[in-house]
């Protein structure tokens, strides 16, 4: 139960992997015509960097912030 309500195996994964649907269903409204290129793009560019800045968020995590802002001695 505890594996349920943490996540379980998609823990880690769940931005990517609504960012990749939006990212798929904003390319499949233009295809199908309920919207315009312009609609599609904003989305897909807003939804990229929902992926983007979590994947920084990330790579900062791991170092614990360190030599993030190296202020000299």
């Known amino acids: 139960m505890k594996k349920i309500i943490s996540g379980g195996f998609l823990s ?39 992926y983007f800045l979590r994947k920084s968020s990330e790579t900062k995590r791991k170092t614990n912030g360190k030599n993030s802002r190296k202020i000299s001695e």
Do not use: E, K
């Open 12 to 50: 880690g994964h769940r931005t990517y992997i609504i960012s990749g649907i939006g990212i798929l269903s904003a390319v499949g409204a233009y295809v199908v015509g309920d919207t315009d290129v312009f609609t599609m793009l904003q989305s897909v560019f807003t939804l990229g960097g929902i």
